[in-house]
């Protein structure tokens, strides 16, 4: 008599598909150290030179009069650094490979005397190398990281707790077994925490395991790059996660998709708290890079953590090794959401950093900062899981490409031609008094400050409140300005007048863009357009177009602009609001003084660059009224990124 088998649970079939797929990425692996030339030679010396120069995972061979270089940079904050010294050691055109958790990521091949672009090849490409063959010298698996790490999580404007902050330290140790594997385990201290325990994170204010998993990245050959993730991960959440990804076009796509199988947990005072794994999340994109800038522009549709699903476009500026983010989310759960907002990953000291001890104590590479202006839990991905994207960081043409200078050992002169005349106005962005001007802030620099608006002139609540602008104005691509503000109106409380008890300080956070359609030169006008507060209830909204030309008379550099503020959006207020204009002159290099019209009264300006990048202004805004109780102070900051 036979039996009939009982059907597999879905999750049975989960674990049987992720044994059948680490049996694959053992044979790709195995494979992949199997592919070498039989005519190889090593070069001994030239590997022995790349160790002392800091890299690890080296090895070096010349075969059919071809000279290939495989080492692992975790010295140097670049890899375009990475291959310039690769370069300069072997001295002669070669193929350079760089190694990632002891696995090679991506073939860059170099002309040591020419001015091409990198060619960048995977080994999902047909026409992929062949590596340098073992041994290896300096492994990264006799080297343990203890990586000190800060979590930062914030939530602004709530009535009675207006800023809301927890604030934890991770110390988590890493550790390279075999190639592509990483081992990590976190412990969270907590610090600070303003928010209560609820159903999704009941074990705050406790220690408690931060990411303890493996995680997996293997090439399989001709295909793609695929990972895994087991253990405990983010969000409270522990289980497994798989994705694939595949370079296209040279790198200048990139397919990727991820699915997670997940359940709860949580280490609360009575004990811990568990789910099986039974929530299914994941998401597929793709990512189109321009060959001209390190931009990425992504698309998704994605299962989101907490039930809601639907797709995001986020478009992305790699500045050295700054990251910046804009992104849109559209999602539906019971209700819709439409989710902007910003996401930020800042380097963090030191850029050259300590191998060869064997254990290294450091801060973590990147710290990441978000803002989105939707406060639920809407738009989540599981965190704490391999990401092949950041695997492959910085490995693609433009990225290369951007970092030229970097390859070359010295920092070439910035081809921008914006003169020192780009620093910010009281509004925020580059411009006069409150004026735009008709150019943008550099490609890559960044500008922040504080301006303070007394209230005799505010524009928000004129004669009773003073208005502070928190700013930062953003060279996000050539000839684009993106500009962040955050109006602050102390002594105003938010919904005042329906709860008399609030303590939330009535503020504005706005977005703001300008294009430079046509540059200005000396003696020659440039055109832009801009949007002031693009969205929301648009309390300092404006649209308009500027031109205006910068003139060197009697050895002085002036700038002179004109431009009209048309009505486009509904908007509670419009700042600018008709024909404006203004003019500026610098009578020394570090003092320029500026007269406007802003459209509703006439401003004036003396600005002082101070050095280190500081910059104070001093404004008499309503010169027809001028006394003291018109006077605006303001200081900014600027750098090159």
């Not at 026409?127 to 300096?138: D, G, I, Q």
């Not at 303070?452 to 208005?467: E, L, M, S, W």
């Amino acid at each position: 008599m036979s039996r009939t088998p009982a059907p597999l649970s879905l999750a049975r079939r989960w674990m049987l598909a992720c044994c059948a797929l680490a049996g694959m990425l053992l044979d790709a692996g195995i494979a992949q150290a199997a592919t070498a030339a039989d005519s190889a030679v090593a070069d001994t010396s030239l590997a022995r030179a790349l160790v002392q120069a800091g890299f690890e995972n080296v090895a070096a061979e010349r075969s059919e009069g071809q000279l290939r270089v495989a080492l692992e940079n975790r010295r140097y904050r670049y890899s375009a650094t990475a291959f310039g010294i690769a370069s300069r050691l072997a001295a002669e055109p070669s193929v350079l490979f760089e190694r990632r958790l002891g696995l090679v990521a991506a073939a860059a091949v170099y002309d040591t005397g020419g001015e091409g672009r990198a060619a960048v090849y995977y080994p999902s490409d047909g026409s992929y190398p062949a590596a340098p063959r073992e041994p290896k010298l300096a492994s990264t698996q006799k080297s343990l990281d203890l990586v000190i790490r800060p979590l930062f999580t914030y939530e602004l404007g709530r009535l009675f707790d207006p800023v809301q902050v927890r604030l934890e330290i991770m110390p988590e140790l890493r550790y390279n077994p075999w190639p592509g594997g990483r081992i990590r385990a976190g412990l969270v201290f907590p610090i600070r925490n303003d928010f209560d325990t609820d159903s999704l994170h009941p074990d705050l204010n406790r220690i408690r395991p931060g990411p303890v998993l493996l995680e997996q990245f293997a090439w399989a050959p001709g295909a793609a790059l695929v990972s895994g993730t087991a253990g405990l991960l983010g969000n409270n959440r522990y289980g497994l996660s798989v994705g694939v990804a595949r370079p296209l076009s040279g790198g200048r796509f990139l397919v990727d998709g991820q699915m997670d199988i997940t359940g709860f947990v949580a280490f609360t005072d009575s004990g811990t708290t568990a789910s099986t794994p039974s929530l299914w999340t994941g998401f597929a994109g793709v990512t189109y890079r321009p060959r001209v800038l390190d931009l990425a522009i992504r698309a998704r549709v994605a299962r989101f953590l907490y039930g809601d699903k639907g797709v995001e476009l986020e478009l992305k500026r790699s500045m050295g090794d700054l990251d910046v983010a804009f992104y849109v989310q559209r999602t539906q759960d019971v209700d819709p959401f439409t989710v902007t907002g910003v996401r930020v990953a800042v380097p963090i000291p030191p850029a050259t950093r300590p191998v060869g001890p064997p254990v290294r104590v450091l801060p973590v590479e990147r710290f990441s900062l978000s803002y989105a202006d939707e406060a639920a839990p809407v738009g989540r991905y599981v965190g704490e899981v391999a990401s092949r994207e950041d695997y492959l960081r910085q490995l693609n043409p433009p990225s290369l490409a951007d970092k030229a200078d970097r390859f070359r050992g010295a920092v070439q002169p910035k081809t921008d031609t914006h003169p020192t005349w780009g620093r910010a106005s009281m509004s925020g962005m580059t411009g006069f008094v409150n004026t735009p001007w008709c150019g943008t802030i550099g490609d890559r620099d960044l500008e922040v400050g504080y301006n303070t608006i007394p209230k005799a002139v505010a524009y928000d609540h004129r004669g009773q409140f003073r208005n502070d602008v928190y700013y930062a104005a953003l060279g996000f691509m050539p000839h684009f300005e993106a500009g962040l503000r955050w109006t602050v109106i102390p002594g105003l409380k938010s919904f005042g007048e329906l709860v008399p008890n609030s303590k939330l300080t009535d503020s504005d956070r706005m977005l703001s863009a300008r294009v430079e359609l046509v540059a200005p030169r000396v003696n020659r006008p440039g055109l832009a357009i801009g949007i002031e507060d693009a969205r929301g209830t648009r309390r300092f909204h404006s649209t308009y177009v500027v031109t205006g030309i910068p003139m060197d008379i009697y050895q002085l550099q002036n700038r002179m602009s004109l431009g009209y503020a048309p009505h486009i959006f509904t908007a509670s207020r419009h700042v600018l609001d008709g024909l404006f204009g203004a003019v500026e002159v610098l009578p020394w290099r570090f003092v320029a003084l500026a007269l406007e019209n802003d459209t509703q009264k006439w401003n004036g300006l003396a600005g002082f660059e101070v050095g280190l990048g500081l910059r104070v202004r001093v404004a008499l805004l309503d010169l027809e009224r001028a006394d003291s109780k018109r006077v605006s102070l303001g200081a900014g900051w600027s750098h090159s990124l």
